[in-house]
């Protein structure tokens, strides 16, 4: 009876170093196709660590998520840099484009306007819309610009006659 205990937990014990051997095999290095940049990578989930000077991107499909190694961040992500990892984090507002932290928006997507770190579909009150920039801006601003450029005509007129 000892004997056949013995032999059931040799056989639990190498089934067990058979599948850690598994999983460092499946942890490589990057040679795996998916692992480009990655210092230690999952087949199933991509890469898990990455060269210091990459961004590790996390996607999920459904409830798996992946590790990608990337050197910028993609549209609607922003780059952390930390003592560990350095992380894509995506920017909070579905209309910002490009975030230059989780809620201040640097450029916002089409049919929306920038004013601020965020985006707007319509400019707030006292703004205008520039089309050319998608930004909003002060009209104060506007009526300031309006009247240098008229005193600068007067000035060349001026100077002209």
């Not at 089934?15 to 795996?32: A, C, F, I, P, Y």
């Not at 999952?42 to 499909?61: Q, V, Y």
């Not at 930004?135 to 007129?157: A, D, I, S, V, Y």
Request: positive net charge; charged residues 25%.
């Amino acid at each position: 009876m000892q004997w056949i205990i013995f032999m059931l937990l040799l056989f639990i014990s190498s089934m067990e170093m058979l599948s850690q051997n598994r999983w460092k095999k499946q942890v490589s290095t990057g040679l795996l196709e998916n692992c480009t940049g990655c210092i230690l990578c999952s087949e199933e989930n991509g890469c898990i660590t990455c060269h210091h000077r990459l961004f590790l991107l996390i996607w999920r499909d459904g409830i798996r998520q992946y590790g990608v190694c990337v050197h910028t961040c993609p549209p609607g992500y922003f780059g952390v840099r930390g003592l560990e990892v350095n992380r894509c984090t995506k920017c909070r507002s579905p209309s910002c484009e490009s975030c230059f932290s989780k809620d201040f928006c640097m450029k916002c997507k089409e049919k929306f306007y920038l004013h601020k770190g965020q985006c707007f579909r319509e400019c707030p009150p006292s703004t205008v819309a520039q089309p050319g920039t998608r930004e909003c801006q002060e009209k104060t601003k506007l009526k300031n610009k309006g009247k240098r450029r008229q005193k600068k005509q007067r000035t060349e007129q001026d100077a002209g006659t």
